[in-house]
């Protein structure tokens, strides 16, 4: 019996079904749900989500956000995610210049601009380490 996974960021439904376990990054650490797992509510910090069905998986980076748990559902609702195969790597490493730019240029640490450019920073960087991680492996096995 299968759980049901939904990934919804601030803009769409990033992906919707049914799976056989889906790994989250949990602040306290990675955690694995099964179907019929005990009901939780956990934040989540910057990193990647597994879901797997029949052996196949599919890979989602998730910037923050938190994640209900019931025994049939999984429901992450993400500040910002992605499927690793849809990344614009382009757009993720001019991102990624723009801030580090914007950081050498000396915003004062205590703005709110200091902490938006930082977060800027680290998505990029999770996405580009994602798309290398992943992607490639995700290719080489539909070759198989």
């Known amino acids: 019996m299968p759980i049901r ?22 602040v306290e ?7 019929n797992h005990a009901p939780l509510l956990t934040a989540l910090r910057y ?3 597994v879901v797997r ?10 910037a923050g956000g938190v994640a209900e748990v019931q025994p049939d559902q999984v ?13 614009n790597v ?9 801030a580090e730019e914007r950081l050498k240029a000396g915003v004062p640490q205590d703005s709110d601009e ?3 450019l930082q977060a800027a920073l680290r998505r990029s960087n999770l996405r580009l380490e994602a798309v ?9 096995e539909r070759r198989e």
């Open 53 to 62: 069905k029949q052996g196949e998986e599919q890979y989602f980076t998730v």
């Open 75 to 87: 429901t992450v609702l993400a500040d910002a995610a992605e499927n690793v195969m849809e990344i």
């Open 29 to 35: 650490g990675e955690m694995g749900i099964l179907p």
């Open 132 to 140: 290398q991680r992943y992607r490639q492996r995700m290719q080489r």
């Open 5 to 26: 996974c939904e990934i919804v960021s601030q803009d769409r439904v990033v992906f919707s079904g049914d799976a056989d376990i889906v790994v989250l990054p949990g």
């Open 114 to 116: 200091y902490f938006e």
């Open 90 to 98: 382009q757009r993720a490493e001019a991102a990624k210049r723009r």
């Open 47 to 49: 990193g990647i989500i």
